[in-house]
């Protein structure tokens, strides 16, 4: 494990692993507030083909709400980003950003409370990925 982010991989199609990881993030608090394509994006841009690679930025409201009431410019360290990218293979690896260690960078005892809490949501999403049925 990175110290900035922690990964599962799961052996399923591109799209149902996007779909599953989003149902997964959904049943532990998270909503997704941005969706970034980086394949489309370097495909249009550039014109380069790369394998797909998407960002989701999830947000739990409630603790953002809190955070920002105790550090108002963390907001340049949110959402927490969750990224699908294909695996050698037939698998799909999804790495999820680990909120405690990035917000260490904000020193407040309240903000790391939050982020630990972030974080084992974030965990028991990772782990509803390793351990649930791919969806239909």
Sequence with gaps: MAPYHFSVTVHEEFE???ARTK???AANGFGI??????AATLRERLG???DPYLILG???PEFARIAIRHAPAIGVLLPCNVVLRSSEGDGVVVDFMDPA???????????QEIAEDVRSRLE????DLATSRRVA
């Design 58 to 60: 999830a947000c739990n």
């Design 23 to 25: 149902q997964a993030l």
């Design 101 to 111: 260690a990035t917000l260490q960078l904000v020193n407040d005892p309240h903000v």
């Design 48 to 50: 380069v083909e790369h």
């Design 16 to 18: 149902s692993a996007v």
């Design 124 to 127: 028991m999403t990772r782990d």
């Design 33 to 38: 507030v941005s969706e970034i394509d980086l």
